[in-house]
């Protein structure tokens, strides 16, 4: 946890603990930085206003070095923008202050859920798609196939899960924030997306439709 305020740090450490968690602290960017490079954490919480580079550029560096644990930014910057900022720096959740304590528990347990549900191995092949999880890059015969954050995050979920069958609220549980009320429209929205990138221009679709539940991605013949 990453966190300058040392009533705050302190009363989140201490309810962790006494719900049998082990706790890290970093009281600056500097020390956030050193202990996610060094260790290997369930979740990172991340205060925003810190000494150092604030906890939306941490979190973007921390991206970009490939720490794929999940961050839960810790915040009382309110506005819509700032939110934005949060997720479009590689954040997975973001919490206001004040909170209640039950609230965060429960947030970074959802947290470490959706990230143990994720199977992640460096290279994902399935048929000829191929998903690099460390570099995002993604090919289908060859050719690389732009794709937006969203929509390689919902790509690697359903590929890292070859074969399962994904309702659209899971889609958004796993993706999105838990309480991020996305609509399963915007489901449908970014896997017609990802088929017109991944399948369009291709003989064998991966994306399908299981009318009634949802989607799957697989290399199986209809």
Known sequence: MMEDDV?????????????????DVAYDSAMGEKLALKKKYDVIILDVV????????LCKKLRKL???TPILMLTSLDSTEDKVTGFDSGADDYLLKPFQFAELLA??????RRNKDIFISNEIKIGDLEVDTLSKKVKRAGREIKLTAKEYKILELMASNKGKVFERMEITEKVWDVSFNTGTNVIDVHIN????????????????????IGYVLDDKEE
């Open 66 to 68: 490939n720490v794929r």
């Open 7 to 23: 009533k705050i740090s302190s009363f989140v450490k201490l309810g962790l603990e006494k719900n049998d968690c082990t706790v």
């Open 107 to 112: 947030r970074l347990k959802a947290l470490n």
């Open 50 to 57: 810190v000494p150092g580079i604030n906890g939306f550029e």
């Open 193 to 212: 997306s990802l088929r017109n990138k991944l399948d369009k221009d291709f003989e064998k679709k991966l994306i399908r439709t299981v009318i009634g």
